[in-house]
């Protein structure tokens, strides 16, 4: 062998080359590459610097598991941080960077000043940094934001595309290793409609890593399922959540693989929601690393990714090899280094004996295996040197030179799906794994993933799994298919070693590669009292970040129940949290991004607001012109101008996001007199009737508007953004509490558009666009409703005001709203009128101590605390009757609503501000707070409303309001600032 | 996500739906004259069981109709859904 690239074998494509960067290099790898895989190829093992320590960290796995070789994928808004060397298929161009080496991957300036190694003991985060206090700004946190942390998140916004999709499916199954594909062929054969997912970019999982072995049923399968209608293969799509009800979410990466290349318009990644039947989980396993001194040196890999470098990327990652392992699978591993021309020195094994196929194989070959031996100690730098081979008992220990070590400490299914759908693992004591036991949901899991792991047996429990899921869809009446033969070894069952015995002293020992956490800071933690697994967890910070503990888990929880004497069933395992694997913001968005988070409803006079420059305020969902500045006006400006028009002339609100419920039916008076607070069923026809809504806790709910069209037929207007809930729930009672009531309600909200004109104008504006229209005080009084037309449009016209001037709201069919706002427009051109928006409009309403739902109120106020008791019925009952009566609702101390003037006239308080009546006191009693407070250009003063204790008790009183570097006096006053005329009361 | 069963429209997702708490809570028939902790038992007090609870749901985004459901709190398995005003249906074992 030259070099590290086999001459052949493998399933590269030598034919297509392809050239890369990483760390500044540039190297060259072929289609079919990881970058890890063309890494090895390079002899390029050192990839990273670890979390805390800053040592040296080489490729470890060869999957989804791997702790080490994170990297900083691309650069600037295509980068990505964190990206796995083993999962990023190679493509021309490719360019990484180490995500944790400063200032370069070689010369790691954190390693060298040792500054760092007693900073990070187990707890660092609780213990090292709480003294000095100061030196935490200052000292360590810049330290360690500098030393510790992984990539770098892109700052400019991610210009790919993503897209969801939703599904539903007969079989989902997780996996396309050769359980889970049997399990697919097995329920496809039947007839069920099956969906099969791999994180890979080609299907067969282990069978791709492995020599030969069912190459051909591998193909035959494939083709098979690729050729069956009711079968969906999902390559690159990685099943990371598994959800309620066999919810389960995929991510599938469309474009990733193809870089700079990938077509313009193809969304990057897909998220797949899917609903699924039945679910097989064929995951798969992952092989645990052994613990031992400076077991994290580049050049120690796990023996399963050796075999998969060797065997299906060609690469072969070193050439003079050690292999420790404590159990017979591994031995393959020997084999393949053996077959692919690197020097195996030898085969360390902890167990006394190895009797089984694979290892006779291996005597064979004339390798030698040290049965009863451990590595104690692994030494060298940025690469593997030599490692200290001795008996287990103690005794002399040898060196052995060496670039490779190959471990392997057992191997864990991968229970993370399982366990995300409420599944309870079961510690198997022969394997020395936790396997699925109690299922809470439809599914099964095969193979490796259920501790099934020689693969004869794997390919029968896909096939049966794959039948009987099938046949609890429907699809019965199926046998499974027969199994290809396979001739498993004999393997002897493995032994376990959590830590070599003695390796403590000789240096670090790492658990959790990732995390930087070794097995003396897990011992450390649990003699310091943390022996739950889930304290461990947080205290020592093992199993966390991007990797979630995948090589890490197990071992840490079987050296945790060594440190305190405890089985491993019973010291317990982490929760797997979804995802799997992390997942993109992106692909979590989707297209739901921009002005698509959320849905924007606009008028049908929007068009004309945009031409005006109007600036818009978001209430709920709708855009409401918020004030319409002109010439170089700011806010302040505008609504002063705004407010003062419509006293003085007449301006125009477009108020078509009102809500409107069209409530009708035999008892749809009743109803109302039941929902509002004060009487409907008196109302006469074409008149109009301000009520409130409470909850029958006594609380306001919503108030507006409600007029009757006809005897069983009412027009109700609800507030802006409490349509939706008002509907809702006055559904809820008609469905639930009064089915017997004769009532259907219809949203209309969108049906009308409303047009207010208000001022002293307005009359002469309504006399000139409905000349049949009579306008006059006795023929169209206060409070009451016209049908006509309107600058030639049918129309309704309610004669109601929320600014105290007088006003008319025209409400039309939607599509005419533009065509009547323009008419309205020009007719009120000569009185100079004025477009104002939702801000002049609050202050308007609270000049005439008008409440706004939701602002004077907040889900705690009553219409008494209001002082609305006006507008509240002694004779009927309504929701919220009864609750006025309890105790805590009828204290003679709540909060009550007040005006506020401020003793400085310039002086506008801000809403939320908190009220007091003694600043000096301590601690300072809180008796009230501001709801809304405007500057008023009608009274020439700042002014507001607020809830004070007992507010009304106080009228005249002065009450203090602490601001940041000033205390605010202010005068309570009755909320309302203008008398009847319409004229300032005060200023 | 749970797959819900409208009892008019059939299985759909979870966020087709809103939670409206314990079921069969009644409203007092005369409030006035209730007293005031009967009020209060009926304004705030809930059952929160671990196990299977029986309560509405409203297919807000769907038919807009209200339904109870019997459900584990637990497992979230569904045992049952009926309309309002159908008998009490027995809890699962
Ligand atoms: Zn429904």
Request: no cysteine; glycine share 10%.
């Given at each position: 062998m030259t070099g590290h690239r086999l001459p052949s074998g493998g399933r590269?494509?030598?034919?297509r080359p392809l050239s890369f960067r990483f760390a500044g290099r540039r190297y060259q790898g072929f289609a079919g590459d990881t970058l890890a895989s063309a890494l090895i190829a390079n002899d390029a093992l050192l990839v990273g610097r670890s979390f805390k320590y800053h040592r040296p960290r080489g490729i470890y796995a060869?999957?989804?598991?791997?702790?080490?070789?994170l990297v900083q994928l691309g650069a600037g808004a295509y980068s990505e941080p964190n990206a796995r060397a083993t999962q990023v298929e190679l493509y021309d161009g490719l360019t990484a960077d180490a995500v944790n080496a400063w200032p370069s991957l070689e010369w790691d300036l954190g390693a060298l000043t040792g500054l760092v190694s007693g900073l990070f003991v187990a707890g660092f985060y609780y213990k090292t940094f709480m003294w000095p206090r100061a030196f935490w700004n200052r000292v360590y946190e810049p330290a360690i934001r500098r030393m510790a942390g992984l990539g770098k998140a892109p700052r400019e916004a991610d210009p790919d595309l993503y897209d969801k999709v939703h599904v539903h499916a007969d079989v989902l199954v997780a996996g396309s290793g050769p359980a889970g594909l049997a399990a697919a062929l097995a329920a496809a054969r039947a007839g069920a409609d099956v969906l099969i997912a791999d994180e890979q970019a080609e299907l067969g999982g282990s069978l791709l890593a492995a020599r030969g072995t069912l190459d051909a049923w591998l193909r035959a399968t494939l083709d098979e399922l690729r050729g069956m209608p009711n079968v969906r293969l999902l390559p690159r799509t990685t099943v990371f959540g598994y959800y309620d009800h066999n919810y389960l979410c995929l991510l599938e990466r469309r474009t990733d693989h193809l870089g700079p290349a990938a077509p313009a318009g193809l969304s990057r990644q897909r998220l797949w929601h899917v609903r699924a039947r039945q679910v097989v989980l064929a995951t798969g396993a992952h092989e645990r690393p052994l613990v031992f001194a400076g077991n994290d040196r580049p050049g120690v890999m796990l023996a399963g990714a050796v075999s998969t470098y060797i065997n299906r990327y060609a690469a072969v990652p070193g050439k003079r090899a050690v292999v420790f392992a404590?159990?017979?699978?591994?031995?393959r591993t020997a084999l393949d280094l053996a077959e692919a021309g690197a020097q195996v020195l030898a085969v360390v094994d902890p167990r006394e004996s190895s009797p089984g196929d694979l290892p006779a194989q291996v005597r064979a070959r004339g390798i030698e295996i040290l049965n009863g031996q451990a590595v104690a100690a692994a030494t060298g730098g940025k690469r593997l040197e030599a490692v200290s081979i001795g008996p287990l008992g103690g005794g002399a220990a040898r060196g052995v030179a060496c670039d490779l070590l190959a471990v392997s400490g057992g191997w864990s299914p991968v229970v993370h799906l399982f366990s995300q759908s409420q599944g309870k693992l079961r510690w198997d004591e022969a394997k020395s794994c936790f396997v699925p036991g109690t299922a809470a949901q439809a599914q099964r899991s095969v193979g490796a993933a259920n501790g099934t792991f020689a693969l004869g047996a794997a390919l029968a429990e896909g096939l049966n799994a794959g039948a009987e899921a099938a046949k609890d869809v429907g699809f019965g009446g199926w046998r499974a298919p027969e199994p290809p033969i396979v001739d498993d070894p004999k393997e002897a069952p493995p032994h376990p070693l959590w830590q070599v015995p003695g390796a403590e002293g000789r240096g670090k020992s790492f658990v959790d590669f990732q995390n930087d956490v070794t097995a003396s800071d897990l011992r450390l933690a649990a003699r310091e009292g943390f022996e739950s697994v889930e304290h461990l967890k947080r205290y020592t910070t093992t199993g966390m970040a991007t990797d979630q503990g995948k090589t890490s888990n197990v071992n840490a929880l079987a050296i945790l129940s060594d440190a305190t004497g405890r089985a491993i069933p019973a010291t317990g395992t982490t929760t797997f949290r979804a995802p799997y694997t992390p997942v993109t913001y992106g692909a979590m968005a989707g297209r739901d991004r921009g002005d698509r988070l959320d849905p924007i409803r606009v008028t049908p006079i929007h068009s004309w607001h945009v031409a005006r420059g109007a600036a818009f305020e978001d209430v709920g969902q709708w855009k409401r012109p918020w004030y319409y500045p002109q010439g170089g006006e700011d806010m302040h400006a505008a609504v002063r101008r705004e407010a003062k028009a419509v006293r003085t002339s007449l301006g125009v609100l477009d108020a078509s996001t009102l809500g409107k419920i069209d409530v009708r039916g035999p008892d749809a008076a009743e109803f109302l007199d039941r929902v509002y607070t004060n009487g409907f069923r008196k109302l006469g026809v074409g008149r109009c009737r301000y009520g409130l809504m409470c909850r029958d806790d006594g609380m306001v709910f919503d108030d507006g508007v409600t007029t009757r069209l006809a005897d069983d037929h009412f027009f109700m207007t609800t507030t802006t953004g409490g349509a939706a809930r008002v509907l809702e729930w006055l559904e809820e009672w008609l469905q639930t509490?009064?089915?017997h009531m004769k009532v259907y309600l219809t949203s209309v909200t969108e049906q009308w558009a409303t047009v207010s004109f208000a001022g002293p104008r307005a009359g002469d504006v309504l006399r000139e666009l409905a000349p049949a229209v009579a306008v006059d005080e006795e023929s169209f009084p206060f409070l009451s409703m016209r049908e006509g037309v309107v600058a030639g449009l049918l129309a309704r016209i309610f004669r109601i005001s929320f600014t105290g001037e007088p006003s008319y709201e025209v409400n039309v069919p939607s599509h005419h709203g533009l065509a009547l706002w323009e008419a309205v427009m020009a007719a009120g051109e000569k009185h100079g009128i004025t477009p104002y928006g939702t801000e002049a409009m609050h202050v308007l309403r609270a000049e005439k101590g008008f409440i706004i739902v939701g602002q004077e109120t907040d889900?705690?106020?009553?219409p008494l605390d209001l002082g609305m008791d006006w507008i509240v019925s002694k004779q009927k009952d309504f929701l919220g009757k009864r609750s006025f009566a309890r105790p805590d609702t009828s204290r003679a101390d709540r909060k009550q609503l007040v005006g506020l003037l401020p003793a400085d006239p310039a002086e506008v308080l801000p809403e939320g501000a908190q009220l007091v009546w003694d600043a000096a006191e301590s601690p300072v009693r809180m008796v009230g707070h501001v709801t809304s407070s405007y500057w008023s250009p009608n009274l020439g003063r700042g002014f507001a409303l607020a809830l004070v204790k007992g507010g009304r008790d106080h009228h005249g009183k002065t009450i203090l309001a602490p601001l940041a570097g000033k205390t605010v006096a202010a005068r309570i006053v009755a909320?309302?600032?203008?008398d009847e005329g319409g004229k300032p009361l005060h200023g | 996500m749970l797959l819900i069963p409208c009892p008019w429209c059939g299985e759909r997702d979870e966020t087709e739906f809103r939670y409206g708490g314990q079921a069969h809570v009644a409203r007092p028939l005369d409030p006035n004259a209730t007293g005031d902790a009967a009020w209060a038992e009926y304004l705030f007090m809930r059952d929160n069981p671990k196990g299977w609870f029986r309560e509405r749901w409203n297919h807000a985004a769907g038919c807009r109709r209200w339904f109870n459901m019997v459900r584990h709190t637990i497992t979230h398995e569904i045992a049952s859904v009926y309309k309002p005003g159908d008998p009490k249906p027995e809890l699962p074992e």
């Open positions: 590269i494509d030598r034919a060869a999957g989804a598991e791997e702790p080490n070789a404590n159990n017979d699978g591994a031995y509490e009064w089915p889900g705690t106020v009553t909320p309302n600032f203008l | -």
